[in-house]
């Protein structure tokens, strides 16, 4: 790494970490889309989603969040040029790296605490394969649905109801599986 590159990157002190949570408590969305696809299983799939925007000026805050995760990307956002974000969508680093920070750095102090629990249920759900099955799905939909409620007045496109039928058409609990399922 050049000289120039070793002074733009930010130091990931403990200190920079407790900055970082009072940052991402302000700024921070955990988020899971349901998404409609019509070649999924049930018809939907779930993706859930940790993410910081900012303007431009804020891009090392951004950069700072990408070493503390060690993971992630920063791009701009769509329709909006003088902003960036930063996104994790993997699974796999949602649960080994945001889970454990959010319990011990912003969890404790967070208003966002209800929807950090459900976040992390969600993520317990599918490591666990529970959105492979519809009932599994069905019940991650109804958490990923329940959280954020007061989001600003921000509402999903579809009615919950709707994408729990589509979910659990021609599915009946307790019936034998077909042999190809």
Known sequence: MGGAN??????????AKWFLAGFIEGEGSLLVSIKHHAT????????????????????PLL???????GTGRIFPKPGSPNCYVYAIHCRRSLWEKVV????????PFSCKRET?????????????GEHR??????????????MNSA???????????????RILRDHTPDAPQHPAE
């Open 63 to 69: 950069k700072l969040a990408q070493q503390v995760f």
């Open 116 to 128: 950090f629990y459900r976040f992390r249920e969600i993520l317990e759900l599918m490591n666990q």
């Open 100 to 107: 454990p920070y959010f319990e011990k750095y912003v969890a």
């Open 151 to 165: 989001a600003k007045g921000k509402q999903r496109l579809r009615p919950l109801q709707e994408v729990i039928s």
């Open 6 to 15: 070793q002074q733009e990157r930010l130091e990931v002190t403990e200190e």
């Open 40 to 59: 999924s299983r049930y018809g939907y799939y779930v993706d859930p989603e940790f993410h910081l925007v900012q303007h431009c000026s804020g891009l």
């Open 133 to 146: 099955r519809p009932e599994g799905l069905a019940r991650i939909v109804e958490k990923a649905y329940a």
